[in-house]
């Protein structure tokens, strides 16, 4: 299915900008006259956005999938990724990109075939939680003051599309879409989506067309940051006291209109930042931020209630590094960090050049799970450091940590997935004093563990060895009768 819909876009060299807010909102807290519904804590969604591997030369990256056959690999979407014309015309559908290279996916869809240029963007939705839920995902595209069609995209199957409209978001035009998931005769029947599984595609690839000038391209880029922006927001409710996905969907959150949309009050709208002081202007603003660059900030200059900090997150906010580093300077105190969060995703970042890299702080007005993906911390004493929460917990997922690190029992519990622990300014040390789960961790050689809370170790390795009961004890050395081996 191809939406032929087509915006305006800006430049020649238009950068795509888009956000993954990982919907965790989750279930009715309500009951509707119309609807008798059963409140089900437990649903969670994350909303996952990839792109193919492109290799240096200049040819994309194969796998072989068990169903589909050879197909192209995926990695995480790049953001700010520079979107040229196309070149060629569309022929049709070419090599398929199978998604059950992904665990918990399935379902393929196909690239364009005939064209050079399309920006690959596949958006899928997996259900992190406990309960089956009903997704739909909403999708805005630039739109500018331009009234000709000079952008396209392609849609996945099994989706049911509704186009809202053009809709006037913070000050811009989008051209705005719902798509709400129908599932296949054979997965997912009726939009059913499991715990553990994730949705087909809605969203596939992105293009400029080829007669697109320099006129279209200024007048597509409405807010004039230089970016071709699409937004992009996951919403799931629970399957329970409902018949179908559109009534649960709409009872939850309400109908998708021009005046109902994740962007109405402007604060989901990602901001792209390059500077430290675009940075910080756009999180006190309550946005979220992708980097389009490393970032410096010299010296710290806010306050995290205990010291010095780089930039502070307080409202749930996503960080997207894209890649970058996020230099601090000027926060070499003990109670100095580089970022100070209260909740929210950070992503695809390496930290540096403070005391504490990323401190969490719980208590505020604002407070929620932290959630870090692919970080690094360098340079820094503390890696992650937590004195004040409410019991909100961590979740790290293929992050890589060096130095020492350390968080209160008030964190909650902590989940380290797929993550990598060694030595930084001289410590290779960790004292967690909340129960903590280390699921396929692997830990440089002489790195330590005080265990003063709960741990437990799934499929971890020391310097490469798998641990187990036995030598479990090389790397948990203090409080060693709190250390469990699954496996």
């Not at 909102?25 to 969604?45: C, K, Q, R």
């Not at 920006?119 to 939705?125: A, E, G, H, P, R």
């Not at 409405?222 to 329970?240: M, P, R």
Request: hydrophobic letters at 40%; aromatic letters at 10%.
């Amino acid at each position: 299915m191809k939406i032929k819909r087509i915006l305006l876009t800006a430049l020649c060299m238009v950068l795509v900008a888009a956000l993954s807010i990982a919907g965790t909102i989750a279930y009715l807290t309500s009951t509707d006259e119309d609807v008798n519904v059963m409140v089900m804590p437990g649903v969670e969604i994350a909303q996952h956005e990839y792109e193919r591997v492109l290799k240096a030369d200049g040819t994309y990256e194969m796998v072989t999938s068990a169903k589909y056959g050879e197909g192209y690999k995926l990695q995480e979407f790049t953001q700010a990724k520079p979107i040229y014309p196309i070149t060629g015309s569309i022929t049709g559908w070419g090599t398929l990109v199978p998604f059950d290279q992904i665990e918990g996916a399935s379902g393929a869809q196909a690239v364009f075939a005939g064209i050079e240029n399309a920006q690959d963007k596949f958006v899928l939705v997996e259900n992190t939680g406990k309960s089956s839920a009903y997704v739909r995902t909403i999708i805005a595209l630039e739109y500018g003051s331009n009234t000709k069609d000079i952008i396209g995209i392609s849609t996945g199957d099994f989706w049911k599309w509704n186009n809202i409209g053009i809709v006037e978001i913070d000050g811009n035009n989008y051209d705005v879409f719902e798509a709400i998931y129908n599932g296949s005769d054979t997965r997912h029947v009726d939009g059913v989506l499991p715990a553990g599984e994730y949705t087909y595609s809605s969203l596939g690839q992105v293009y400029l067309s080829a007669e697109a000038d320099n006129e279209d391209l200024e007048a597509l880029d409405g807010n004039k940051n230089g970016t071709y922006d699409i937004l992009v927001f996951s919403q799931a409710v629970q399957t329970v006291g409902f018949s179908d996905a559109e009534t649960a969907l709409d009872a939850a959150f309400g109908d998708i209109t021009a005046t109902n949309h994740p962007w109405i009050d402007g604060t989901n709208i990602p901001a792209v930042a390059s500077t430290a002081d675009q940075l910080v202007a756009a999180l006190e603003e309550g946005k979220s931020v992708i980097l389009t660059d490393d970032v410096k900030i010299d010296p710290a200059g806010m306050s995290n209630a205990y010291g010095k900090t780089g930039i502070n997150v307080k409202n749930g906010q996503t960080i997207n590094g894209n890649g970058h580093t996020l230099d601090i300077k000027g926060a070499g105190g003990t109670w100095d960090s580089g970022i100070n969060t209260t909740g929210g995703l950070i992503e695809n970042i390496t930290v540096t050049g403070s005391f504490r890299g990323i401190f969490i702080n719980h208590n505020s007005a604002h407070s929620e799970r932290v959630v870090l993906n692919n970080v690094t911390t360098t340079g820094t004493v503390y890696t992650i450091s937590c004195d004040q929460g409410s019991r909100q917990g961590l979740t790290a997922t293929d992050c890589k940590f060096y130095g020492w690190t350390s968080y209160a029992a008030t964190l909650g519990d902590a989940e380290f997935i797929d993550c990598t622990f060694g030595e930084g300014s001289g410590y290779a040390y960790m004292r967690p004093y909340a129960p903590t789960t280390f699921v396929g961790c692997d830990f440089e050689a002489g790195f330590q563990i005080d265990a003063r809370a709960a741990v437990t170790f799934e499929n971890c390795t020391i310097d490469g060895v798998a641990i187990t009961a036995d030598n479990v004890g090389t790397l948990v050395v203090s409080n060693t009768a709190n250390a469990t081996v699954i496996g």
